[in-house]
């Protein structure tokens, strides 16, 4: 049976910054059959109608990096005084003891802020949680995250061998520092061969910086004591070079913060064509300083953003986090090019662009509204 959604607007992103009007988008409740204008449509059109009314809506967002296996962190971390003390405060917690219940919550909360697709890190829980959001809808990457030294066996298995109706499952690395070179360059490359995206935190902090540059620092030691450094030769390499030279950077890899990043190194991701997502109010929060967004962005770097986890951030709303970059970045964006950092270019970065990211036909029929307090922002 056919259905239509109706809405006084639509900011469809299907390669332009046109605002319908008296839109329609016509599905058969799993993906779009047709769009445009209700007058233009309705005579043609048989089925239930659901009219939002006044309001403006957009493709459903797409989170494209959260940790939910530590939603039950909420105000258990250091907020605002630099990484190693929000490391600690987060170290001394339960970590990866799953409760389902902050995790339900959190996808519930996220599914009626608009957001239908998010791309989740978990080093302990990944099948658990990839069940949790197929359960529910929710669209996903289900990253099992890699980390530790150890050297991979051959034919090792880097993520669940699983069908999901709603989603995937998929390798990622967690940092250059905490997992050896050899298992990041086996997941890239498992990765790879299925064509699956590749998540990796990277150029995150100035402890960053040091431990991989001169295997040295607090956060260093921090790691050697727990049996964790990842040696990386100590070359003085920046951690964009020293990815580059395991190999791991290409257009299924999505950069994570790159707060620490040189022009050469944005010159280096642009050339790789790397995506990036920028996590602006997790790096705030934590107290590690700010990407250089502008820089990014007019390099033609696809770029998305990430909520991060609720331990380093105050709510995981795509809205409020598009709200404060726009409200932080220097830049001029359209509407369109704002937009697209929540849909269009995440779904790009994960590789789902048939899928998620625009309102048009063969897509999947999802959507957002668009608060009205970000109307004078983006229009």
Not at 235 to 252: F, H, M, R
Request: glycine share 8%; aromatic share 8%; hydrophobic share 40%.
């Amino acid at each position: 049976m056919k259905k239509c959604i109706r809405a006084a607007r639509a900011v469809t992103m299907n390669g332009s910054d046109n605002i319908t009007t008296d839109f329609a988008m016509i599905h058969d409740g799993n993906r779009i059959l047709e769009t445009g204008k209700w007058s233009s449509l309705k005579n043609g059109f048989s089925g239930e109608i659901t009219d939002l009314g006044d309001v403006t809506i957009a493709p459903g967002l797409i989170n494209s990096h959260i940790h939910l296996e530590l939603s039950h962190l909420k105000d258990k971390t250091v907020q605002g005084k630099g990484f190693m003390d929000w490391v600690k405060s987060l170290l001394a917690s339960p970590l990866y003891e799953l409760e389902e219940k902050a995790v339900r919550n959190a996808l519930q909360t996220m599914l009626a802020d608009g957001t239908v697709f998010c791309a989740d890190i978990s080093t302990r829980n990944c099948a658990a949680i990839a069940s949790i959001m197929n359960e529910m809808g929710m669209g996903f990457y289900a990253f099992c995250e890699a980390i530790g030294l150890q050297i991979p066996d051959a034919g090792a298995k880097f993520f669940p061998q699983k069908d999901f109706s709603t989603g995937w499952a998929a390798g990622a690395g967690h940092a250059l520092y905490s997992t050896s070179a050899q298992l990041l360059q086996a997941v890239k490359k498992a990765d790879n061969e299925q064509k699956m995206p590749f998540s990796i935190h990277l150029a995150e902090n100035v402890e960053e910086d040091e431990a991989i540059s001169k295997g040295t620092g607090d956060f260093a030691e921090l790691l050697k004591g727990a049996g964790m450094f990842a040696s990386c030769d100590q070359k003085g390499l920046t951690p964009v070079q020293y990815a580059d030279s395991l190999e791991i950077l290409d257009d299924l890899t999505l950069a994570v913060h790159c707060v620490r990043v040189t022009d050469e190194d944005i010159e280096t991701l642009a050339q790789r064509n790397v995506n990036v997502c920028l996590c602006p109010r997790s790096n705030e929060y934590i107290g590690e300083g700010r990407a250089p967004w502008e820089k990014i962005l007019s390099s033609g770097i696809n770029t998305c953003l990430g909520t991060d986890s609720i331990a380093s951030n105050h709510d995981l709303s795509m809205w409020n986090e598009l709200e404060f970059f726009l409200k932080n970045v220097e830049s001029r964006l359209s509407a369109y090019e704002a937009l697209a950092l929540i849909t269009t270019n995440s779904a790009k970065a994960l590789n789902i662009d048939e899928l998620y990211g625009s309102l048009e036909k063969g897509k999947k029929a999802v959507f957002a509204t668009v608060p009205p307090r970000l109307d004078d922002l983006l229009f």
